[in-house]
């Protein structure tokens, strides 16, 4: 009996070793609508970790088993979202939400070093992006109020502030970077911040400014991988060759180029594409002629459904496929693996346009290019 009951105990004792202490939230919240929400996801992964209505008022809650890493807190009031970052792990956390000032960040006590540079980061942030946020809040309740007459000069105005956010969002992380060389919430933040593709020269710039063990890390290494082939497709870059052949069994020869050139990535089984094609299709005819070629690139599988969809959708410019769909050269290479994705090059291949060129405005960059001089 004795022994039985040492082991039940010893076998408790284990039990609790690997069980790790909750993530234990207390927050203050107010200003919320009736149906509010606060939830955390991982992420990593984005998974929903914990889902709460908030109750305007001293609020607990607890993650049982977090699981150590960069994590997402979200509130959700009436169609209006707001995310903050943070860094999980067991321990205490503290802070206050308030549904009409949310361009605070929440929390003022995370327990590890990680979170602690999250709220310096979210300061300084705040800090540096006050006045901008004023002039941005006040173009689009200019824009709310616009009439008919005013309306174009009213939605210009608020572009040129939200183009100048986005901007700041970069400074903030570049500035952080200077401040904190040795911390890994640079590499996430810049992750989250998502434009690698058309801002490589500065992702890499702040890259470079982080202590060698923080670039090492293993998502150190991923998006500098992503950086210097955002880097590759950028103006002023030779393109790489296309991989593949065309339905009719030739290679690709840069001796098709011609004075500006559209490169379109795409797949046969998108509808978006097909949409797109439709769009293409007509702006082929207006330039056909011009000294301009289209030359399309599938990251398709299936020959037979890449086949049928460039005869139903009248793709009359050359096509290339290797048929190998995302794990084709020319997916990591080229388009950085979107399926949907344009850019213009020359005819010696150098690449004309920045690599975030839309279809909205393809057929503007075509013109602007075709009367530039060679």
Same mark, same amino acid.
């Given at each position: 009996?004795?022994?039985?009951?040492?082991?039940?105990?010893?076998?408790?004792?284990?039990?609790?070793?690997?069980?790790?202490?909750?993530?234990?939230?207390?927050?203050?919240?107010?200003?919320?609508?009736?149906?509010?929400?606060?939830?955390?996801?991982?992420?990593?992964?984005?998974?929903?970790?914990?889902?709460?209505?908030?109750?305007?008022?001293?609020?607990?809650?607890?993650?049982?088993?977090?699981?150590?890493?960069?994590?997402?807190?979200?509130?959700?009031?009436?169609?209006?979202?707001?995310?903050?970052?943070?860094?999980?792990?067991?321990?205490?956390?503290?802070?206050?939400?308030?549904?009409?000032?949310?361009?605070?960040?929440?929390?003022?006590?995370?327990?590890?070093?990680?979170?602690?540079?999250?709220?310096?980061?979210?300061?300084?942030?705040?800090?540096?992006?006050?006045?901008?946020?004023?002039?941005?809040?006040?173009?689009?309740?200019?824009?709310?109020?616009?009439?008919?007459?005013?309306?174009?000069?009213?939605?210009?105005?608020?572009?040129?502030?939200?183009?100048?956010?986005?901007?700041?969002?970069?400074?903030?992380?570049?500035?952080?970077?200077?401040?904190?060389?040795?911390?890994?919430?640079?590499?996430?933040?810049?992750?989250?911040?998502?434009?690698?593709?058309?801002?490589?020269?500065?992702?890499?710039?702040?890259?470079?400014? @982080?202590?060698?063990?923080?670039? /090492? #890390?293993?998502?150190? =290494?991923? &998006?500098? !991988?992503?950086?210097?082939?955002?880097?590759?497709?950028?103006?002023?870059?030779?393109?790489?060759?296309?991989?593949?052949?065309?339905?009719?069994?030739?290679?690709?020869?840069?001796?098709?180029?011609?004075?500006?050139?559209?490169?379109?990535?795409?797949?046969?089984?998108?509808?978006?594409?097909?949409?797109?094609?439709?769009?293409?299709?007509?702006?082929?005819?207006?330039?056909?002629?011009?000294?301009?070629?289209?030359?399309?690139?599938?990251?398709?599988?299936?020959?037979?459904?890449?086949?049928?969809?460039?005869?139903?959708?009248?793709?009359?410019?050359?096509?290339?496929?290797?048929?190998?769909?995302?794990?084709?050269?020319?997916?990591?290479?080229?388009?950085?693996?979107?399926?949907?994705?344009?850019?213009?090059?020359?005819?010696?291949?150098?690449?004309?346009?920045?690599?975030? @060129?839309?279809?909205?405005?393809? /057929? #503007?960059?075509?013109? =602007?290019? &075709?009367? !530039?001089?060679?």
């Amino acid at each position: 009996m004795k022994k039985k009951r040492y082991l039940l105990i010893l076998f408790a004792c284990f039990f609790n070793s690997c069980n790790p202490a909750p993530a234990i939230f207390n927050l203050e919240t107010k200003n919320f609508g009736p149906n509010a929400v606060i939830s955390v996801k991982s992420s990593e992964n984005g998974e929903i970790l914990k889902v709460e209505n908030i109750t305007n008022g001293n609020q607990t809650f607890k993650i049982n088993m977090p699981k150590t890493g960069y994590a997402v807190l979200s509130t959700y009031d009436n169609g209006h979202d707001e995310e903050y970052y943070f860094y999980l792990d067991q321990g205490n956390y503290k802070g206050f939400l308030d549904g009409k000032n949310t361009a605070t960040y929440p929390f003022e006590i995370l327990p590890t070093k990680e979170g602690e540079e999250m709220i310096s980061f979210y300061k300084q942030k705040e800090a540096m992006n006050k006045s901008l946020l004023d002039s941005l809040a006040l173009a689009e309740h200019e824009l709310d109020l616009a009439t008919p007459e005013n309306i174009a000069e009213k939605a210009k105005k608020a572009d040129i502030w939200r183009e100048r956010k986005i901007n700041l969002e970069l400074n903030n992380i570049q500035t952080f970077a200077k401040r904190h060389p040795r911390s890994g919430a640079t590499i996430f933040l810049l992750n989250r911040f998502g434009r690698a593709d058309s801002e490589a020269k500065k992702y890499l710039s702040i890259f470079k400014s @982080l202590d060698r063990e923080v670039q /090492d #890390s293993k998502s150190g =290494k991923k &998006l500098l !991988s992503e950086i210097m082939q955002a880097n590759q497709m950028m103006a002023g870059n030779k393109m790489p060759d296309i991989e593949g052949e065309t339905p009719d069994g030739k290679k690709f020869d840069r001796s098709i180029l011609k004075k500006v050139n559209l490169i379109i990535c795409w797949v046969s089984y998108s509808g978006k594409n097909r949409k797109n094609n439709q769009i293409l299709a007509h702006l082929y005819e207006k330039y056909k002629d011009r000294n301009v070629e289209f030359i399309g690139v599938s990251f398709d599988k299936n020959r037979d459904s890449w086949e049928k969809v460039i005869k139903a959708d009248q793709l009359i410019w050359p096509q290339y496929s290797d048929l190998l769909g995302a794990k084709s050269p020319n997916a990591k290479n080229i388009s950085n693996f979107n399926a949907t994705y344009f850019f213009l090059a020359d005819k010696n291949g150098i690449v004309l346009s920045n690599n975030d @060129l839309t279809l909205d405005f393809v /057929d #503007s960059e075509i013109s =602007k290019h &075709l009367v !530039s001089p060679e």
